[in-house]
């Protein structure tokens, strides 16, 4: 119908298809989700709550896989891939609040006066 009306066909091939791309561009980036901006807050108050009472010295092992899951938290979190990005946070501020009390007990059996 619009050959008859007297468009070129080379340019409403290239304008149909510029369309298709927004409208599955658009499409894409609402399947994205909402941010997960509370997670991302409680993960790294936790990391810095950690930090603070020494659990990369006295839990390393859990500091280091909350570390590990943050990292890859971000990573999908920039790539704006919200649902991963949410399982990640949620599993580093399960790792660093278990290091921060690790950290505190051993502080406590230990005889550390700053483990509050």
Request: proline share 2%.
């Amino acid at each position: 119908m619009l050959y008859k009306l007297g468009f070129n066909a080379k340019i409403l091939d290239k304008f149909i298809k510029g369309i298709t791309l927004v409208g599955l561009f658009s499409f894409l980036n609402a399947c994205a989700g909402k941010p997960p901006l509370k997670d991302y807050v409680l993960a790294r108050e936790a990391k810095n709550f950690a930090q603070k009472h020494n659990a990369n010295k006295h839990a390393n092992a859990l500091f280091y896989k909350g570390g590990q899951a943050y990292k890859k938290a971000m990573y999908f979190y920039d790539r704006r891939e919200h649902d991963k990005a949410l399982e990640y946070f949620t599993l580093a501020r399960r790792y660093f609040e278990k290091a921060e009390v690790k950290a505190r007990l051993k502080m406590l059996d230990g005889g550390g006066e700053d483990f509050l």
